[in-house]
């Protein structure tokens, strides 16, 4: 990918990580839960923790890198932990109100 981006300037490097969590019921009812996490392509790897494209998306509310970031830090905002607390908060309701 770094290749492929090698002349595309910093501004137009913009990316995005995308979860969708489904929920399903037996009378074809689905409810989606989305997550998204915006970010940057950066020029080069960095850090240590994560995997996949986590070294290369750069984050800049914090001016690192996913991979920089702690795990803690990343389950609050990833795309995944955003839409499970989506699926989580609507799971919980259906509880409260009885099911169905």
């Known amino acids: 990918m770094l290749f492929n981006l090698a002349n595309v300037p910093w501004e137009k490097r913009t990316a995005r990580f995308r979860c969708v969590i489904a929920i399903a019921f037996p009378e074809d009812r689905l409810i989606l839960c989305k997550g998204e996490c915006l970010g940057i392509i950066a020029f080069e790897p960095k850090g240590e923790n994560g995997f996949g494209y986590d070294p290369i998306f750069y984050l800049p509310e914090f001016d690192k890198t996913m991979a920089e970031i702690s ?4 389950n ?25």
């Open 71 to 74: 795990l803690d830090e990343k």
């Open 76 to 100: 609050k905002i990833s795309h995944r932990a955003k839409a499970a607390r989506k699926a989580q908060e609507f799971l919980t309701d259906l509880l409260r109100m009885g099911g169905s």
